[in-house]
């Protein structure tokens, strides 16, 4: 279909549904979260249209998720949606740069550690270090963007109520409050969060704890300038015996939700009105000052992922395909790298450039860093654990004499300070955030996976192997210094030459790829063998998502050569011809 046609069903405010009548499109995305939205504007950067529907009426308006890691800035940036006005948008290193263990929050404070890599030293490694914004401010950019797009129609108010599998592609029942209609799509991206009903529908299970904890959000909005800016901070743990839970700031002059455990054996959820809320909130302040309750919500903390992450021409994405533990802040960026490895893949075989073996590569790419992401979640909700131990003491009898008396002179404790210290790798995750890498059929010769227990979640070192991610490298082009990242095609293949490879370069440039030779496109302080490991007159494919997917040494034929590294990565017919990558 073209763009013209596309543009009839343009529809960003309200319903998408014309009553019994049948209407066409690529792909349905189904929930317009951040995943959902990613995806369906990952969709349009590569020309396929798609059709993004949400059940609520409006956006949320709970602060939610906050933390926005590089790599999903980046992936933001690569389409159109700039990642230095959403950094702006958010919480600057200054007011969100500390997590901090506290009685209350007017005080006792017991220690506090960095939150991330905020700071000039990520710049080394990322053109975007990490910010905190709250997801509704997060969503606007993304709204903006898809509004302005036309190959997404955005309808609201629209419920996925079915999905049915057939020889063309899916049929799915969309139910909003014009009535019900049925729409004809090539695959469904169901992205429709932790409770999805469409993975339930699918009937793939969960696997991991389905609640480890159960939690009362309360949004409340307060200026709380004068209670922390002797000691700002974007997570405040809460350890007084009277109170319970985290404070998560992400506007200290206004947005602040508190993090409540309670036992649904003892209480209900629907018990905490605002009128039971208001003293949970005062209490975790400790302080006189004027606060207003917005949002009031139960959730459960759980760690689980889905066992299968595709069923057919269906595919689960962000919270839908994993719920991991909020320590760490790895859910909603983790969600959306799964939508930038799913819409290349999509767009691929929409667009018959690879097969339909293409597609199974995501499951087999994602889920690992799925796993290794919850595990790491699970095991930073527990080490916290080891904080209560210190300050409840071993005898519960004696548990409030014991929390007073270590209150009154927290410097006086030899154990608290290595509790305290032992929750760095908690607000450490670098590695985790840009050291994924991948072992799929969609690669060539990728070496075996790190087993996730053997992860340094750290320790980032970027890596020219296959699977890894292309590293940031601060370069000169056209008289400017910019990231590498942002001079590969993000629509397509990029070949990276060696200052030496006029063969892979013009190979690449015959068959009407982008590709970037070093040294002439592109200025390094390094040396280009030192730094990929490859001679001058090798290359470097990648991927439209950033990976590299092969690497290429002196040719023997590049032309050919390149073709079939391509159909062997796209899962179409290879060429009988030996290889040549190393």
């Keep these: 279909m073209t763009k013209v046609i596309y543009e009839r069903y343009l529809n960003y405010e309200s319903n998408l549904i014309y009553g019994a009548r049948m209407s066409r499109h690529p792909v349905l995305v189904a929930g317009a979260g951040p995943v959902g939205c990613l995806a369906a504007l990952l969709l349009a950067r590569q020309g396929v249209a798609s059709c993004l529907v949400d059940r609520r009426h409006s956006p949320g308006t709970a602060p939610k998720a906050h933390a926005v890691n590089p790599r999903t ?12 006005a959403l950094r702006r948008a958010g919480a600057g290193a200054n007011d969100a740069g500390f997590v901090r263990f506290m009685g209350r929050l007017a005080g006792p ?3 506090a550690l960095p939150y991330e890599r905020q700071d000039d030293a990520a710049l080394a490694y990322t053109p975007f270090p990490l910010t905190n914004i709250p997801q509704p401010v997060f969503e606007a950019a993304l709204f903006e963007a898809i509004a302005a797009e036309p190959l997404i129609s955005f309808a609201r108010g629209v419920a996925c109520t ?7 592609g899916v049929a799915a029942t969309l139910h909003g409050e014009n009535g019900t209609s049925r729409l004809e799509c090539s695959y469904v991206i169901a992205a429709d969060g932790a409770n999805s009903r469409l993975r339930e529908a699918l009937c793939i299970a969960m696997e991991g704890p389905e609640a480890l904890q159960h939690y009362i959000m309360i949004h409340f909005e307060a200026d709380l300038r004068g209670l922390t800016d ?7 743990f809460l350890f007084d015996p009277g109170t319970s839970g985290v404070l998560i700031a992400y506007d200290r002059a206004k947005t602040w939700v508190l993090m409540h455990p309670y036992d649904p054996a003892a209480t209900t959820p629907e018990s905490f009105d605002e009128a039971k809320c208001r003293p949970l909130v005062e ?6 000052v004027s606060f207003s309750i917005r949002n009031i919500s139960p959730w459960a903390m759980s760690a689980q992922i889905a066992e299968r992450y595709r069923k057919g021409r269906i595919f689960l994405a962000g919270d839908a395909a994993h719920r991991f ?13 799964d939508a930038q490895n799913l819409a290349w893949k999509l767009a691929a075989v929409l667009k018959g450039e690879a097969g339909p073996a293409l597609l199974d590569t995501y499951e087999a790419e994602r889920r690992p860093v799925a796993i290794a992401n919850s595990e790491q ?8 654990f080891d904080i209560f131990g210190v300050l409840y003491g071993s005898d519960p009898a004696r548990m409030m004499e014991h929390y007073t008396a270590l209150a009154a002179a927290p410097a006086g404790s030899t154990e608290l300070p290595a509790a305290i210290e032992a929750q760095r790798p908690h607000f450490d995750s670098f590695n985790l955030q840009l050291g994924y890498r991948y072992c799929s059929a969609a690669l060539s010769d990728a070496p075996p996976l790190v087993p996730a227990s053997e992860i340094d979640i750290s320790r980032y070192e970027p890596s020219w192997d296959v699977g890894a991610h292309l590293p940031h490298r601060w370069v ?9 990242l942002s001079l590969r095609d993000p629509a397509g293949f990029t070949l990276l030459a060696g200052p030496a490879a006029a063969a892979w370069a013009g190979a690449a440039r015959a068959q009407g790829m982008h590709c970037l030779v070093a040294g002439e496109d592109f200025a390094d302080s390094e040396d280009w063998e030192a730094l990929t490991g490859l001679s001058p007159e090798g290359a470097l494919l990648l991927r439209a998502d950033g990976h590299i997917a092969c690497r290429f040494g002196a040719p023997i034929d590049a032309p050919r050569e390149l073709l079939r590294r391509k159909a062997l990565l796209l899962g179409l017919p290879a060429l009988a011809l030996p290889a040549h990558a190393i």
């Design 109 to 111: 404070e017991f220690g």
């Design 162 to 168: 079915g999905l049915e599998e057939n020889a063309g």
């Design 283 to 288: 209490a975790a302040i400790a302080a006189p």
């Design 476 to 484: 000169s082009c056209g008289g400017k210094t910019v990231s590498l």
């Design 230 to 236: 002797a000691r700002p901070g974007v997570l405040y």
């Design 73 to 84: 800035l980046e992936i933001c940036d690569s389409i159109g949606v700039s990642a230095a």
């Design 325 to 337: 533990p909020p320590t760490g802040g790895l859910g909603l960026n983790t969600g959306a790298v």
């Design 377 to 384: 979640s699970l095991m930073n909700a527990s080490k916290l």
